[in-house]
């Protein structure tokens, strides 16, 4: 199951220095982006190790870190009592079962929503938890082949349609800010080099 996979890879996620730097580079795509306020709460979904978050922490009051993955989970909480004591919370949820706690002024997510079946009903309960003014950031894939994760892969979305997600979002009452390509990844792929290109849609709630 995907929460095995995820829980057997949490200690070393951050040990792979493509996965470190695509991160640095998304993380500094959604602060030119989104206006970052001290006194926002933020919310990391389906944040892994937090790699997102904890980027982003220092710009901002509060981060709450969500995934249903308890090993990933347990490297947030590790990294929060290290070194943001007060300052970061976290919950291993299944929001699309569970629902979420608490409302955020800033929402951001990094290639996690091609991991959840339903991502309507995920979407639909990110945005009613965004407060009025606040600011929904979301990166994934674009729509691939399904060669990005390779054969076997148990994965229910082979990206998306950019225009597809845009209007899922406009549909939940969020206003377009802007989307851009903050990072393009590279595979060989059958001897040829193949582009996977990840998007970064930002919408605001009015
Ligand atoms: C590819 S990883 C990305 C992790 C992190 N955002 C990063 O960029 O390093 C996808 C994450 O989504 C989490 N995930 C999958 N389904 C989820 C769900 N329904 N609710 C919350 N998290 C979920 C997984 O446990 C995993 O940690």
């Not at 001290?38 to 995934?67: E, H, N, P, R």
Request: glycine share 10%; proline share 3%; net charge negative.
């Amino acid at each position: 199951m995907i929460d095995k996979y995820f829980d057997r890879a949490a200690a070393e996620w951050d040990q792979q220095e493509y996965r470190l730097n695509r991160l640095k580079v998304i993380a500094r795509a959604m602060e030119r982006e989104i206006p970052l306020i001290k006194t926002m709460k933020g919310l990391d979904f389906g944040c892994g190790t937090g790699l997102l978050g904890f980027s982003l922490i220092d710009k901002i009051a509060y981060m709450t870190f969500v995934d249903t993955s308890e090993g990933m989970i347990e490297q947030v909480r590790l990294k929060a009592e290290r070194d943001y004591a007060g300052r970061a919370g976290w919950q291993v949820r299944d929001i699309v079962a569970e629902g979420l706690e608490g409302c955020f002024d800033l929402i951001v997510s990094n290639m996690a929503l091609h991991h959840i079946p339903d991502v309507t009903a995920a979407l639909t309960i990110l945005s009613r938890a965004l407060n009025r003014g606040g600011y929904m950031g979301l990166c994934d894939l674009e729509r691939e082949d399904g060669t990005f994760h390779g054969e076997g892969a148990d994965i229910p979305h082979p990206g998306f349609d950019v225009d597809g997600m845009e209007s899922l979002l406009s549909s939940l009452g969020l206003e377009k800010v802007s989307t851009t390509t903050p990072f393009v990844n590279r595979k060989v792929v059958e001897g040829e080099e193949r582009e996977y290109p990840l998007f970064l849609t930002v919408f605001r709630k009015n």
